[in-house]
């Protein structure tokens, strides 16, 4: 089946130590997205991905930074985790953006906590 | 500005109840795209219907069927018959078509069902 896919399902890490959270696909779909979720929250998009273009949100700390080495995979840097960046982490895919009216799919998530 | 309100922060029903989830929604554009999503306790979104503007066909999925009605602007979800693997968060979002925002979801707070036997 076609999918989303996240790993790890959880992670922990220490304060100040980097991290870095994956997103593979077998979707094709030109588009990813990473989401923050925290606990009874919308998610807020940090980041996506049009092909190889990059789009960071204005008010994604820089402490997180992305890579898409392909079309299939996208990974999300921590540089220097804070004990606010504990939250979900989700991965969404989508073949066009959301302005043209694009569903989104989604991985199961990554639960960081940070100790 | 674009705004997505879902009033209903929680809903509690007892199994075989109908539920509505409201979900009103403010924009300028006349070009946009209405979606709902679930998210189980498990955390993945799963989608679940998107709409555009120009179709206010309402839309039946089984149990599940959509109202929108661009006149009051809400895109409302109903649950037929509710079962207890209906309980989630569910979201409903919004996204616009013109060029300076055209990446972006704009998403209400959620409602938490719960559907109890």
């Known amino acids: 089946d076609a999918m989303v896919i996240q790993n790890p399902r959880y992670q922990v890490t220490q304060f100040g130590k980097p991290v870095t959270l994956s997103c593979s696909q077998t979707l094709n779909h030109n588009v990813m997205y990473w989401y923050q979720q925290k606990s009874s929250q919308a998610p807020k998009l940090l980041f996506h991905y049009y092909d190889k273009d990059f789009n960071n949100e204005a008010d994604t700390p820089d402490n997180f930074q992305s890579r898409r080495p392909n079309t299939s995979f996208c990974f999300l840097d921590i540089r220097s985790p804070g004990l606010g960046d504990a939250a979900m982490y989700l991965c969404?895919?989508?073949?066009?953006?959301?302005?043209?009216?694009?569903?989104?799919?989604f991985g199961p998530g990554t639960r960081l906590t940070v100790l | 500005a674009q705004k997505v309100t879902q009033a209903q922060t929680e809903i509690s029903v007892v199994e075989k109840e109908d539920v509505t989830l409201d979900c009103v929604y403010e924009t300028r554009d006349t070009t946009y795209y209405l979606f709902w999503y679930k998210q189980p306790p498990s955390g993945e979104l799963v989608f679940l219907i998107r709409r555009n503007s120009f179709d206010e066909q309402n839309e039946i999925s089984g149990r599940y069927s959509w109202n929108f009605q661009k006149s009051t602007s809400s895109f409302n979800f109903t649950i037929t018959a509710s079962q207890v693997v209906d309980s989630a968060v569910y979201f409903c979002?919004?996204?616009?078509?013109?060029?300076?925002?055209?990446?972006?979801?704009?998403w209400g707070l959620g409602t938490s069902l719960a559907v109890n036997p």
């Open positions: 979002a919004l996204s616009e078509a013109d060029a300076g925002n055209n990446r972006k979801l704009i």
């Open positions: 969404a895919t989508s073949r066009i953006l959301a302005g043209g009216g694009g569903e989104q799919f």
